[in-house]
């Protein structure tokens, strides 16, 4: 397959497979195992920034060479356009659904995820949950799950709209495998609109499909409210 997606174990680079796997799209997958925790040499290798996820699209469409490419949302941007025509999502002839794509699509690793690595941080830190830094990364988690919560709440089912786009393949990581590094528990009643969104991601053929390519038959996704650790190396 001309097209290749390169994921590191129990990271971000599951959105890319996903993707793909929801456009029904052809693709030859490279699975990089964690050294311990961090992307190993063959990641580095790939693509100066070192991380994942990386693509190489040996005739891309669009400049007819091979092509290397790296960072999410160009990802799924570049994947949307060569090989989705279009699909999952949203342009200026959608009207208000557009708006909101365009939003929540970069606000999930702009916004979103920085915040939940915020905790993370303040957490290793130090374990005094008085302290104003941990009180202020939690503050900020929660705010920005409070928009997620009210926005599920107003449609019912995507971030978007009754369909899910690339917004919510942006956003699930966050909400789901991250947590698996930062252990942060939903509750059952502040965050029921997120704990459904995360039930009804999990329901997806595409999606657990693309669980089992990336992490194997025996990983279960944090789907529910509460998150356990991970232990490395695994």
């Known amino acids: 397959m001309p097209l290749t997606i390169h994921h590191l174990g129990r990271s971000q680079s599951e959105r890319i497979v996903w993707l793909a796997e929801e456009l029904g799209i052809d693709y030859d997958f490279v699975f990089h195992k964690r050294d311990p925790i961090f992307s190993p040499q063959s990641i580095k290798d790939l693509h100066p920034a070192g991380t994942a996820p990386v693509i190489e699209d040996d005739s891309s469409p669009f400049t007819k060479n091979k092509v290397v490419l790296a ?3 160009a990802i799924i ?3 949307i356009a060569a ?3 279009g699909r999952l999502a ?4 959608d009207g208000d659904e557009y708006i909101h794509f365009l939003e929540w699509y970069h606000w999930a690793n702009a916004s979103l995820q920085p915040t939940l690595f915020r905790v993370l941080i303040t957490r290793r830190l130090t374990s005094d949950p008085e302290s104003v830094h941990v009180k202020m990364g939690n503050a900020k988690l929660e705010r920005a799950l409070s928009m997620v919560e009210a ?3 107003e449609t019912g089912s995507y971030l978007v709209g009754n369909d899910v786009t690339a917004a919510d393949i942006m ?3 966050t909400l789901t495998t991250m947590r698996g590094f930062c252990p942060i528990e939903f509750d059952e009643e502040k965050h029921k609109n997120i704990l459904a969104y995360l039930k009804r991601v999990g329901d997806r053929p595409a ?3 693309a669980m089992k390519i990336c992490e194997g038959e025996d990983f279960v996704p944090i789907l ?3 998150a356990e650790q991970f232990v490395f190396p695994y």
């Open 224 to 226: 529910g409210a509460k």
């Open 171 to 173: 956003a699930i990581c």
């Open 207 to 209: 999606y657990q499909k």
């Open 71 to 73: 960072e999410s949302g």
């Open 83 to 85: 090989y989705g025509e």
């Open 151 to 153: 926005r599920l709440g």
């Open 77 to 79: 941007d570049y994947i």
């Open 90 to 93: 949203r342009t200026p002839k």
